[in-house]
Nanobody
Framework: QVQLAESGGGLVQAGGSLRLTCAAS????????MGWFRQAPGKERQFVAA????????DYADSVKGRFTISRDNAKNTVYLQMNGLKPEDTAVYYC?????????????????WGQGTQVTVSS
């Protein structure tokens, strides 16, 4: 079982950048697909980005392609989400997630483990 803890959220102006970090513990981290979701007030939790254990399979939501980059360091049990060109519509609580396969990591109902979330607020 993997345990997850996010950090790095905050308040930033539109056009700015933030890097989120997800620290994972548990022996199965290196074999897990890892991803990021976000949830804005009154909206459903939505997929943002995901990476396979080796980083060879990476997926992004259309809304963040070209602006966000997911990466992972298995030696450090850490996943990152670099967010550039932030927009007010990116404002949400961002959650780190772990799942067993590529399809599951993109579906909030199929995620095995969630972090506690970190708030990202983008001002206009």
């Amino acid at each position: 079982q993997v345990q997850l803890a996010e950090s790095g959220g905050g308040l930033v102006q539109a056009g700015g950048s933030l890097r989120l970090t997800c620290a994972a513990s548990g022996r199965t981290f290196s074999r897990s697909y890892m991803g990021w979701f976000r949830q804005a007030p009154g909206k459903e939790r939505q997929f943002v980005a995901a990476s396979s254990w080796g980083g060879f399979s990476i997926d992004y939501a259309d809304s963040v392609k070209g602006r966000f980059t997911i990466s992972r360091d298995n030696a450090k049990n850490t996943v990152y989400l670099q967010m550039n060109g932030l927009k007010p519509e990116d404002t949400a609580v961002y959650y780190c997630a772990a799942a067993s396969d590529r399809k599951s990591i993109q579906l909030s109902t199929s995620v095995d483990t969630w972090g506690q979330g970190t708030q990202v607020t983008v001002s206009s």
